[in-house]
């Protein structure tokens, strides 16, 4: 049981490339969130699903966007990546918004 | 807007010790609190979730409590090991909406 998986672990990109970060969960969890985890400032909601085909925004969703097409997927795109960008990217999952979530191992991203 | 405040930012102690983290909150509208810990380099693990509606939750040698009207939560963690480790967080979900806001974690060493 593989639980929350995320792809990639790291990655660095230039000021103004794109890319997609993939978060895979296999529990058959309705919710979905990404968030960002930035030195003394906790972790902050980015953008969450409450089921297969919806998305919503969070406290920080600028410059971000999200789709989630299947269940188990929940995709996090940047489409010009600026240095402000520069994070632990974390997704989340739970059956519902009264169960506990289940975080995946990160992903660090770095802009230059 | 929900502000979440973790006091004090990190904690040492001597294995064996008995030992309270604070978690405190501006809007007591909650649906739920979370505790969560976070080793480094990972993601963050559910330990206890306390809804809107409880006082309290135990799970092994830790309890939370949970003190809505004066804004308030505690982790209690009995019989510290070095295990124990971690940084502990905290998480409110407002009701009628999935925000989630997260405090900045306190720091636990627990010495041999």
């Known amino acids: 049981n593989a639980g929350v998986t995320q792809t990639p672990k790291f990655r660095v990109l230039k000021t103004g490339q794109s890319m997609t970060l993939l978060c895979a969960q296999d529990m058959n969890h309705e919710y979905m969130y990404w968030y960002r985890q930035d030195p003394g400032m906790g972790l902050r909601l980015i953008h969450y699903s409450v089921g297969e085909g919806t998305t919503a925004k969070g406290e920080v969703p600028d410059g971000y966007n999200v789709s989630r097409l299947k269940k188990q997927n929940f995709l996090l795109g940047l489409e010009s990546a600026a240095p402000s960008q520069t994070s632990v990217y974390f997704c989340a999952s739970s059956y519902s918004d009264n169960q506990p979530q289940h975080f995946g191992d990160g992903t660090r991203l770095s802009i230059l | 807007k929900q502000e979440v405040t973790q006091i004090p930012a990190a904690l040492s102690v001597p294995e064996g010790e008995n030992l309270v983290l604070n978690c405190s909150f501006t809007?007591?509208?909650?649906?739920?609190l979370q505790w969560f810990r976070q080793d480094p380099g990972k993601g963050l693990t559910s330990l206890l979730l306390?809804?809107?509606?409880?006082r309290e939750q135990t799970s092994g040698r830790l309890n939370a409590s949970l003190d809505k009207s004066s804004g308030r939560s505690t982790l209690y963690i009995a019989a510290s090991q070095p295990g124990d480790s971690a940084t502990y967080l905290c998480a409110v979900r407002q009701y009628n909406n999935n925000d989630m806001r997260f405090g900045a974690g306190t720091r636990l060493t627990v010495k041999p």
């Open positions: 306390i809804q809107s509606s409880q």
């Open positions: 809007d007591s509208a909650i649906y739920n």
